[in-house]
């Protein structure tokens, strides 16, 4: 497969099952840079729901939706603490970056600070390397309300991402720069995809590869979060039933570590067409 161009899939990744560990395996060769840690990330998030765990969206459901079913930590602090073993797109796409982003900070030996209220803890005389990860920062990428309590949309980095539309590029991109938006024949696995269908609502996902059906129908393969995967898996929609996209790379990883609280976000971002 060209690095130039179009990412085409070979017909061999259609006998790939739903549900697999080997993304970094099948698609890492051809991963840019930061793009093969999401997919390593990938594979631990489905690793916590080897069936897909279920989809499930339900705001005032008791007890609520969960973006993703398993307890999700950055640098040993805890992002959510997840009301329900299930998981929705957004959440799936996010804890792949977040997982990824784990991996990154473990190479780089970035580590998390305590606030000034842990003077008098365990990990008071604790010395800490550099790079360093701040509570404020850690704050700004959970996935919750520290009561446990959903975080709106809108709302910091998280709630940027799973903001209606391209969330993607909200929080990569605006909020974070930790992303820089690229065109559909720029695409290669590991990117973060966000789609918006026909029928008017959208889609958060992991982009893998455009490929063609059975039928010779054009279409691309994603990682995320849906019904017809009984949660996490692998899935393959057909172009004709999208109306535009948008793709952001994660090329600025260590930007984490000047993340602020409070970065200004449009929330209207145009999608791109597909022209494959």
Not at 51 to 65: L, M, S, V
Not at 117 to 123: L, R
């Amino acid at each position: 497969m060209s690095m130039i161009g179009w990412y085409v899939l070979p017909p061999t990744t259609l006998e790939l099952p739903t549900q697999h560990r080997r993304h970094v395996e099948v698609f890492g060769s051809d991963a840019p840079g930061f793009n093969r840690l999401v997919l390593a990330g990938i594979d631990q998030v489905q690793g916590s729901a080897p069936d897909g765990g279920g989809y499930f969206i339900g705001i005032k459901a008791k007890p609520t939706e969960s973006p993703i079913g398993y307890p999700l930590t950055l640098c040993g602090r805890r992002l959510l603490d997840p009301p329900r073993r299930t998981s929705y797109c957004s959440g799936a796409s996010y804890a792949a970056f977040i997982e990824g982003l784990g991996l990154w900070m473990a190479k780089e030996r970035v580590v998390w600070s305590p606030p000034s209220d842990f003077e008098t803890s365990p990990f008071a005389n604790v010395s800490f390397e550099r790079p360093v990860l701040t509570a404020e920062q850690v704050e700004t990428l959970r996935m919750q309300e520290l009561d446990g309590g959903r975080r709106d949309d809108g709302v910091k980095f998280w709630g940027n991402w799973n903001a209606d539309g391209f969330g993607n590029q909200m929080a990569l991109v605006q909020y974070s720069g930790m992303g820089t938006r690229i065109k559909p024949s720029e695409a290669r696995p590991g990117d973060f995809l966000n789609i918006s269908w026909k029928s008017g609502i959208g889609h958060s996902t992991v982009f893998l590869g455009w490929c063609l059906t059975k039928d010779g129908e054009k279409a691309v393969r994603y990682w995320s979060s849906q019904t017809g995967t009984n949660g996490l898996g692998d899935a393959v929609a057909l172009l004709s039933k999208i109306s535009s996209i948008c793709l952001v790379r994660v090329t600025h990883p260590e930007r984490v570590l000047s993340i602020r609280s409070s970065a200004p976000v449009q929330p209207k971002v145009l999608g791109d067409a597909i022209d494959w």
